[in-house]
């Protein structure tokens, strides 16, 4: 079955613990990216990668880091989390220049 | 600047009513992609409809149908006999080639079905 699959779905974490939530896609795909989710705000892109080793800023970069050593998975890095990146996470992968998209079930982090 | 623009924050509607959601995007490009996700309260992004920039054809799906106007920046998503289980946040996004293709979404609508 062709998906996107983040881990873990839902986390709880203290202030300054570095964290990693990983993706990995199935479909091949060029193309993943990382959104944040807040209320009122939508849906805000975090950093994307058009392929293996190339990475780049969206939206709401900072706090984050990414890496794209293998195509199939896209690793969100937060170093030292903070209580305002408590928030609802999706990774989504596709195949560049189609517009269609795959999204994961998501991941709640809580940061207290 | 807001790309896509969902002027509707919440609609309650009771069941069996039509309700349509406005969306209207910003873009330069000539190529680019609309969607819409549905996010029922178990939090998923379920895609409903992908719709490219040169193909302004009406689209319905069973109880739903899509609105795409070029001349007016809009693509507005209608369910008709909405249902309880049409309760979700519902986003409208933009994919543009300046954007390297990036989903730029709306706010939501918050679509509130009683029985």
């Known amino acids: 079955e062709a998906q996107v699959t983040q881990n873990p779905r839902y986390l709880i974490t203290v202030t300054g613990k570095k964290l990693t939530v990983t993706c990995s896609q199935n479909?091949?795909?060029?193309?993943m990216s990382w959104y944040r989710q807040d209320p009122g705000l939508g849906l805000r892109q975090i950093y994307y990668?058009?392929?293996?080793?190339?990475?780049d800023k969206g939206d709401v970069p900072e706090g984050y880091k990414v890496s794209r050593k293998e195509k199939r998975n896209f690793p969100l890095i937060l170093e030292s989390p903070s209580p305002n990146q408590t928030s609802l996470y999706f990774c989504?992968?596709?195949?560049?220049?189609?517009?269609?998209?795959?999204f994961g079930s998501g991941t709640r982090l809580t940061v207290v | 600047a807001q790309k896509v623009t969902q002027a509707q924050t919440e609609i309650s509607v009771v069941e069996k009513e039509d309700v349509t959601l406005d969306c209207v995007y910003e873009t330069r490009d000539t190529t680019y992609y609309l969607f819409w996700y549905k996010q029922p309260p178990s939090g998923e992004l379920v895609f409903l409809i992908r719709r490219n920039s040169f193909d302004e054809q009406n689209e319905i799906s069973g109880r739903y149908s899509w609105n795409f106007q070029k001349s007016t920046s809009s693509f507005n998503f209608t369910i008709t006999a909405s249902q309880v289980v049409d309760s979700a946040v519902y986003f409208c996004a933009l994919s543009e080639v300046q954007s390297g293709y990036a989903l730029n979404f709306g706010k939501g609508t918050s679509l509130l079905v009683t029985p």
């Open positions: 989504a992968s596709s195949t560049y220049g189609t517009g269609g998209y795959t």
């Open positions: 990668s058009m392929n293996v080793e190339v990475t």
């Open positions: 479909m091949n795909h060029e193309y």
